[in-house]
């Protein structure tokens, strides 16, 4: 499949390009960015060609990698869709709900396959401990705590990044906690949301299946105290993500490639951009929640 790559920050050069240049499936067409300098830099550490129209890059392949800030990946993945290009996304799918509609609607009226990389779900570890406490069921309680340290002390690669700075980490890590709970726990029902110290927001949510969950978000923890905290608690006890397992976000996306391809041959994949708009409206309720 030959991909095209939209993005050039830190995680396009990190992992995306990485990923799409050592995949054996896919031929790495080329990179386009909203700084053309970026786009060449980035282009030329893989060997590939550095577009300066994006309209060029989605019509010479078949699918398009984003890795831009969700306020500029939607309307572009929008564009895509409509072209018939397939989609390989980034978490959020968008900045608003009705951005995030606009992607879904225009990947199911093409019909064209789409898959949001939420890691953990590619990552083949953790999604094996996600299936198995969504076979595993009965459960009661869960949370998924996000513990980042993007603004507290210690240099990341993603400190100068404005929609982080404006959106922290309830919109950054809250689409990784959601894409662990909703599995598990079934949809949302119910929002609460309350703010702590810095970006710091604490959410309580009820799932259809009747269960509670919490989850804190941050991007401002102390290096000291960052950390994922995941358990389930039900019947059978309590399960606890282990430590350690995760691999390379290169790795994880890798598969997500993989289950694109497949998407395009078998149809949907369960982190389709219907997921990732699901996901948009839940971080929106609670953001309002907070106003």
Not at 105 to 133: E, M, N, Y
Request: aromatic share 8%.
């Amino acid at each position: 499949m030959r991909f095209g790559l939209l993005g050039t920050g830190p995680w396009a050069s990190m992992t995306h390009g990485p990923a799409l240049a050592a995949h054996p499936g896919v031929e790495f067409a080329g990179v386009w960015g909203r700084r053309p300098e970026a786009a060449a830099e980035v282009a030329g550490a893989f060997g590939v060609r550095a577009y300066d129209d994006v309209e060029a890059l989605i019509a010479d392949v078949d699918a398009v990698a984003v890795a831009l800030p969700p306020a500029f990946q939607a309307p572009l993945a929008v564009r895509a869709a409509k072209a018939g290009r397939h989609l390989l996304l980034d978490k959020p799918l968008a900045a608003t709900v009705d951005d995030a509609h606009a992607v879904a609607d225009a990947v199911t009226g093409s019909g064209v396959a789409s898959v949001v990389f939420f890691t953990l779900r590619f990552d083949p570890a953790s999604a094996r401990w996600i299936d198995q406490q969504a076979a595993t069921g009965d459960w009661y309680l869960g949370r998924a705590d996000w513990y980042g340290s993007v603004f507290g002390d210690g240099a990341s690669p993603f400190a100068d990044s404005p929609w982080r700075r404006e959106k922290g980490g309830l919109w950054d890590v809250g689409p990784h906690a959601l894409s662990v709970l909703l599995p598990v726990l079934g949809d949302v029902t119910e929002v609460h949301s309350a703010r702590g110290a810095g970006d710091t927001t604490h959410l309580t949510l009820r799932h259809e299946s009747g269960a509670s969950s919490t989850a804190v978000l941050t991007l401002t923890a102390p290096r000291a105290g960052a950390g994922v905290a995941i358990e389930f608690r039900g019947t059978h006890g309590v399960a606890t993500y282990p430590e350690g397992v995760s691999g390379p976000a290169t790795e994880s996306f890798g598969h997500a490639i993989d289950t694109l391809i497949a998407a395009v041959a078998g149809g949907p994949n369960p982190c389709d951009a219907r997921f990732g708009a699901r996901v948009t409206e839940i971080l929106a309720a609670a953001e309002a929640g907070l106003r």
